[in-house]
C-alpha cells in the first residue's frame, strides 16, 4: 500500500508516523516545499522516502493525504485529483472545510478519477512543525470527514473512515457547513479566550505574575499557537466566529452584572451553569468514544 503526504508539518508528520506505527511495510512518500521539513519527517522515520514533486509523491498511491497550510489547499486540489490514480482517495486536513469541499467536488467532476474527502482532525498542540509530530496525536481524537449527506455510505466516505480508524481517531460524519460553525465554538473560541486571558493577566498582574497556578497554565495554554495562522482562519470564519463571541459576550455580561450588584445567588446559577456544561461535554465525548471504539 503506498501513501501520499504532501505537507510534512506537525499534522502531516504525525499522520505518517502513526502509518509507519501500524503498517510497518507501507510505502510513505512525503513531499514539502519546505525541503527541511520532509527531509526531518524523513529522519523521523515518519517517511519512506522524500519525493522530488507533488507529482511524483501522488503518482501510485492509494491514498493521498494534502497537509500543507489552509490557504495552499484550494490551489493544489485539481493538480492532486489529476495526478491521483483512478479511485484513490484524497483527504484534506485543514481546520475550515466550506472553500475546500467545494473545490474537491468541483475538482472531482472535472477529473473523475481519485474521489476527495474532507477532512479535519481535531488534534494538535499549539506547537508547529514536524519536530512536535507524534505517532499517538491522533489516538482517542475525533476525526471530521466532511461527505454530502447522500454519500455517507459511499465506497469513498467508507475509504475515509478505515483510514481515520487507521490512524487511531474517531471519525465523524457531518456537512463542511456544519461543521465550519462547531469549530468556531469548539476551537476558535478557546483560541481568542486563551489569548484574551493571557494579556490580561501580564497586564493586570505586573510583577507578580509568579503568583499564577496551575489553573491558568491551563487555560493560556492555546495562547502559544501560531499567530499568522489563527488570525487567518479567525477572519476566514469570521460569520461564525463572531457569533460564538457574541454567546460567551452575554454569558460574561452576566457575569459582570452579578459581580457588581453582589448578586450571590446569580453567581451561583452562573457557576453551576457552568459546571454542568462542562460535565455534559464529558459526558457526551465519552458516551461518543465508547459507541465508536
Known amino acids: 500500500m503506498r501513501y501520499a503526504i504532501l505537507g510534512t508539518g506537525l499534522i502531516g508528520t504525525s499522520i505518517g508516523l502513526a502509518l509507519r506505527q501500524r503498517l510497518p511495510k507501507a510505502t510513505v512518500v512525503g513531499y514539502d516545499r519546505v525541503a527541511a521539513h520532509a527531509r526531518l519527517a524523513l529522519r523521523r522515520k515518519a517517511l519512506t522516502s522524500v519525493a522530488s514533486s507533488m507529482e511524483n509523491t501522488v503518482a501510485d498511491a492509494q491514498v493521498t493525504v ?3 497550510p489552509r490557504r495552499q489547499v484550494v490551489p493544489l486540489l485539481a493538480r492532486v485529483l489529476r495526478a491521483a490514480p483512478v479511485g484513490a482517495l484524497v483527504l484534506d486536513v485543514a481546520g475550515l472545510k466550506s472553500a475546500i469541499v467545494a473545490a474537491g467536488h468541483r475538482g472531482q ?13 481535531m488534534a494538535g498542540t499549539e506547537r508547529s512543525g514536524p519536530g512536535f509530530a507524534r505517532g499517538d496525536l491522533f489516538v482517542g481524537r475525533t476525526f471530521a470527514l466532511c461527505v454530502p449527506i447522500q454519500s455517507r455510505r459511499s465506497a469513498a466516505a467508507r475509504h475515509a473512515e478505515v483510514f481515520v480508524r487507521m490512524l487511531g481517531a474517531l471519525p465523524v460524519q457531518l456537512s463542511a457547513r456544519d461543521h465550519d460553525r462547531v469549530v468556531a465554538a469548539t476551537s476558535a473560541l478557546p483560541q481568542v479566550v486563551a489569548s484574551a486571558v493571557a494579556a490580561a493577566v501580564v497586564d493586570l498582574a505586573g510583577k507578580h505574575t509568579m503568583l499564577a497556578g496551575p489553573g491558568l497554565d491551563g487555560v493560556i495554554r492555546l495562547a502559544a499557537s501560531p499567530p499568522a495562522l489563527w488570525a487567518e482562519d479567525l477572519i476566514a470564519n469570521k460569520r461564525n466566529v463572531l457569533r460564538a463571541l457574541g454567546v460567551l459576550q452575554r454569558t460574561l455580561h452576566g457575569f459582570r452584572q452579578a459581580i457588581a450588584a453582589g448578586e450571590r445567588m446569580r453567581l451561583h446559577r452562573l457557576l453551576r451553569a457552568g459546571a454542568s456544561a ?3 461535554l464529558s459526558r457526551r465525548r465519552q458516551v461518543f468514544v465508547s459507541r465508536t471504539e
Do not use: S
Not at 467532476?109 to 482532525?121: C, Q
Open 66 to 68: 494534502i497537509a500543507v
Open 109 to 121: 467532476r472535472t477529473t473523475r478519477t481519485a474521489v476527495f474527502v474532507g477532512g479535519h482532525p
Open 278 to 280: 462542562q460535565r455534559r
